[in-house]
């Protein structure tokens, strides 16, 4: 689906699991996802980006590893959004598993691509 009138094309959360994406996900980094905003002085500062019920969102990096002679995927870097009131622990470089994981297509008059959420993660 395009998007029209030069406007942004949204579309629903599609809930997929690890193993239909790639043959493994290893956890990077933990970042904040926040915005930039004037406050009441005229400077530009930082402040985290809050969901619907006020929780900071965060991204986790992980390192998608595709399968073995997937031609339509690679190796990348891959962050998927989930919200926590304190900021996520994760191991570094072990495989995790993501809780109600989806995929969310989008596109605009310049750019397609899809972001990752999920509610939680396991590692053992």
């Known amino acids: 689906m395009a998007s029209r009138n030069g406007g942004f094309g949204d579309y629903f959360d599609i809930p997929v699991t690890e193993e239909q994406i790639a043959k493994s996900m290893l956890a990077e980094d933990v970042t904040p996802i926040v915005k930039w905003e004037k406050d009441s002085d005229g400077k530009s500062k930082q402040i985290p980006v809050l969901d619907k019920d006020g929780t900071p969102q965060w991204e986790i990096q992980t390192l998608m590893i595709p399968y073995e002679g997937d031609e339509r995927k690679h190796v990348a870097i891959v962050p998927v959004k989930m919200s ?31 972001s990752y959420k999920a509610t939680g993660f396991k590692q053992d």
Not at 93 to 103: A, E, K, L, S
Not at 109 to 114: I, K, L, R
């Open 84 to 114: 926590s009131k304190t900021k996520p622990v994760v191991k570094v470089n072990q495989p995790i598993r993501f809780v109600d994981f989806t995929v969310r297509p989008g596109s605009s008059d310049t750019a397609e691509g899809v």
